[in-house]
C-alpha cells in the first residue's frame, strides 16, 4: 500500500497541477482528491515540498530506466524530455513557483546518477580517481539541466529530438575523451 498511497498523491498533485499553480495546492486538495486523510499524507511525506521532490524523482527516473550506457544517453535524455512535455503542466507550474529548485534538484539528483552510470561504464578499465568521474558527472547533469530548464522557460517550443540531436554533436566522444586526460 505504501507505493500505491504515495502514487496516489503524486496522482492527485499532477491533477491539480493542471489548473493549480503549486504554491496554492495544499494538503487538503491533494488528501480531499485521494479521499485519504491528513495523517495518510503525513505518513508518507513531510510537506508538499517532499510530495513534489517525489513525484518529480519518479517521473525522470522512470524515463532513464534501462538506458544508463553511453550508446543510449541520448535516448535517455530525449526520454527525459518527453517526460517533461507530458507533464508540461506539473513542469511549467513547478518551475514558476518557489518550488523550481526542489524540481532543479531532484531532476539534477536522478540525471546525476544516470550520467555518472555512464561515465562509470566508459571508465572500465581506466584508472580514473572517483573525484574526477564524479567531475565528469557533475558537468553534463549541470549542462543537461540548463538545457531542459531554457527548453521549459521558453514554453517547450523546440522539439526534443533536435535538443538532443544537438546535444549529441557537442558530447560524441567527450566522455572517453575526459576519462582518458584523467587516467593515471
Not at 29 to 58: G, K, M, P
Request: hydrophobic content about 40%; aromatic content about 14%.
Amino acid at each position: 500500500m505504501g507505493k500505491n498511497t504515495k502514487q496516489q498523491l503524486s496522482d492527485a498533485l499532477v491533477t491539480q497541477l493542471q489548473r493549480t499553480p503549486v504554491d496554492k495546492i495544499t494538503i487538503k486538495s491533494i488528501v480531499d482528491a485521494c479521499d485519504l486523510t491528513r495523517q495518510t499524507f503525513y505518513n508518507h511525506f513531510s510537506d508538499i515540498y517532499e510530495l513534489v521532490e517525489w513525484t518529480a524523482r519518479e517521473a525522470t527516473a522512470e524515463s532513464l530506466k534501462n538506458v544508463a550506457d553511453y550508446d543510449n544517453w541520448q535516448h535517455g535524455f530525449y526520454n527525459v524530455m518527453m517526460t517533461i512535455k507530458a507533464n508540461r503542466y506539473l513542469v511549467e507550474n513547478t518551475y514558476q513557483s518557489a518550488y523550481r529548485d526542489l524540481l532543479e534538484k531532484y531532476i539534477y539528483t536522478v540525471l546525476y546518477q544516470y550520467i555518472l552510470a555512464v561515465v562509470e561504464r566508459q571508465a572500465v578499465g581506466m584508472h580514473v580517481a572517483q573525484n574526477h568521474k564524479d567531475f565528469i558527472a557533475h558537468f553534463y547533469s549541470l549542462a543537461f539541466i540548463a538545457l531542459i530548464f531554457e527548453w521549459v522557460k521558453d514554453g517547450l517550443k523546440d522539439d526534443p529530438a533536435d535538443i538532443v540531436e544537438q546535444t549529441g554533436v557537442l558530447v560524441q566522444g567527450d566522455f572517453q575523451k575526459a576519462l582518458h586526460k584523467y587516467a593515471e
